[in-house]
């Protein structure tokens, strides 16, 4: 089985930029390099067919290019208590539309449909039940923007779960040059 996902990495020197606010929350688990990217679709555990299907429907997306931005900060919450801290993008708009064409690429192969509202986000940090007092942070990064980034491809993902947390492994690249 596969644990799959479709992302875009940002640009090397926004993802320093990230890495360099990262810190000063107690209980955050910060993420590395290698894991900062932006969330298209998840996919979740496929068997190799599946896979294999998958990375075929995923050729025939077609998208305009778009400049994105990394834009503010905020949190994801489970039963009120904090347990993502991320980094949003502006604007949200052209990869929600890459994120929908994606999704009917991922039902066609016969997964089921996303039912989460989409949210672009890079994530920063995850934390464990007892949460994390975010909001110094929240409010040091509330203004946190970069220099804008051109989207010309997008990224199919294989995680594996390790002992030191997940890692990410690039299977295929959709359109323009990856990072």
Do not use: N
Request: glycine letters at 10%; hydrophobic letters at 45%; one cysteine or more.
């Amino acid at each position: 089985m596969h644990r799959l996902f479709v992302a875009i990495r940002p640009p090397a020197s926004h993802r320093a930029a990230l890495r360099a606010i990262m810190g000063g929350v107690m209980g955050a688990r910060w993420q590395s390099d290698d894991q900062l990217h932006l969330t298209l679709r998840f996919v979740g555990q496929v068997d190799r067919h599946r896979a294999d299907d998958l990375a075929d429907a995923l050729r025939t997306v077609r998208f305009a290019p778009c400049a994105i931005q990394l834009s503010g900060v905020g949190t994801f919450d489970r039963k009120a208590v904090v347990d993502t801290l991320w980094a949003g993008v502006q604007p949200r708009e052209p990869l929600a539309s890459l994120h929908r064409k994606i999704d009917r690429a991922c039902v066609a192969v016969g997964l089921p449909p996303e039912e989460r509202a989409y949210l672009p986000h890079v994530t920063l940090a995850r934390f464990g039940r007892s949460g994390g007092a975010v909001a110094p942070f929240l409010a040091r990064h509330a203004a946190l923007a970069s220099p804008a980034f051109t989207v010309k491809g997008f990224t199919l993902f294989e995680s594996r779960l390790g002992h030191g947390g997940a890692s990410y492994h690039a299977i295929d690249h959709y359109g323009g040059d990856p990072d």
